[in-house]
């Protein structure tokens, strides 16, 4: 399974899951785990999506979400896991 | 399963510490390109970079956007060209070959390529005595290639020969060059001990013991490093070494992973990893920061000497761990220019030149990125040579001089290079005479401790 994580920061507001997950599913990606905590207006979300079977390139998934993020106003970013791994598990 | 904290740790590194990939450095063979007709040689240079480096960049850009992480800078080290247009008889200079490495590197989208250099820490060869009498105009009528000469090893000694000329070379290049900041001193490095598989500019050349074609990759990353020293402020040495070496492990970790996917993706192999902090001007990217944050008021402060040799040491220690290969320079580097609390450090008159010396001795380069007044003689910048190369020599270890010698101007003022080289403030130099030191030619020995066999 290629996996790969996608991390959301912003000022909260309504729909930012909702249209982050109508890219993910369009492209037939699925989401494996979702955690999410608001603090002090600011909205940060960290997900974890399978990317095995997307039917769009890794760029163009790149893409669609920053757009969505230039639309929300808030920083969205996709990043294979493996940095993660590299970083944090000998 | 990497936790919540963990991604949000690796992301503020990249987004709010400046973690970055410094650069991933291509490493070519220009053996096969020998030729006795200079022209001819330049056709197959020009076509086998440009053969090989033809994805580079998009790769380095892909990995960048795929792992969200910043790869800077896209780099293409060369054979040195003393050594693979030795057969090109018929020819006095070896410039148009400097401008076929410019033309190829800016086809290829690169934004340096080193190894206009020649190694002549025992002696000179015909062909090293036209390469390096070409450097001043190489530079001047290039902007993307970097030269770089070895005038002396812990093996072989100091070739003084070479140290007088290097002198008149960085003068004659800052003459050339005056209408631009005599930025060509800031693309040419002289070394003792110069390594092979250097990765970083403006010293890198591709070594005749490597593979046809390699991936070097140079980390960096004094911002986190920095970060993480802020949560032991007042903790003991201990603590501060093991903070120092757990993140260099960390940084070290993520050039590894983006090296190995470079050279899978380009099919090259893998080199070394460098392990370097090396800094830029932007705040928060600074050696001359860390040293704050362990407790000196000003780089140059009494103590900063120890300061770099221990963030040398554990930078080393904590990144030898997370990385197959560990080569090239590995260290922290301290340009002054490059650096804007070396500056500051600088202007405040905190930061001498016998300073800078000092440190080089524990740290992983040299006199690097120093302007100096325009009317420093080329006798006393042999003579600052002389002293940074048998630093190296004695020391078994690499030492290099950048020096600017900016003409028509004085010390206190300053010189602006612009971009990653940054700008400095023009330092004191020590005006008392080396003429005569200099002038005797000939060769330093090699020290004792280096017959070990």
Known sequence: MKKAVITVLGLDKVGITAKICTVLAETNINILDISQTVVGGYFNMVMVVDIT?????????ADKLNAV???LGMKIKIQHTEIFDAMHRI | M????????????ISEMNLDVRTITMGISLLDCADPDIERFNEKVYKKITTYAKDLVQVGDALAREYGIPVVNKRISVTPIAIAAAGCKNADSYVSIAKTLDQAAKDVGVNFIGGFSALVQKGYTESDRKLIASIPEALAQTDCVCSSVNVGT??????????????????KTAELT????????????VFC??????PFMAGAFHGVGEADCCINVGISGPGVVKKALEEVRDADFETLCETVKRTAFKITRVGQLIAQEASKRLNVPFGIIDLSLAPTPAVGDSIAEIFQEMGLEEAGAPGTTA?????NDNVKKGGVMASSYVGGLSGAFIPVSEDHGMIDACEKGALTLE?????????SVGLDMIALPGDTSAATLSGIIADEAAIGMVNHKTTAVRLIPVIGRKEGDSVEFGGLLGYAPIISVNRFGCEKFVARGGRIPAPIHSFKN
């Open chain 2, 2 to 13: 990497i936790t919540r904290n963990e991604i949000l740790e690796t992301n503020s590194m």
């Open chain 2, 178 to 189: 005056k209408d631009r900041e005599c930025i060509g001193c800031a693309k040419l490095v």
């Open chain 2, 154 to 171: 812990s093996r072989n000694g100091l070739n003084m020969d070479a140290v007088k000329e290097m002198g008149e070379i960085i003068r």
């Open chain 2, 307 to 311: 300061a770099l040799a221990l963030l």
């Open chain 1, 69 to 71: 993020g230039e639309e």
């Open chain 2, 193 to 198: 001990n110069a390594v092979e598989d250097n």
């Open chain 1, 53 to 61: 079977e997307a039917k769009d390139t890794f760029e163009t998934t």
């Open chain 2, 355 to 363: 300073k800078l010396e000092a440190m080089t001795c524990v740290c």
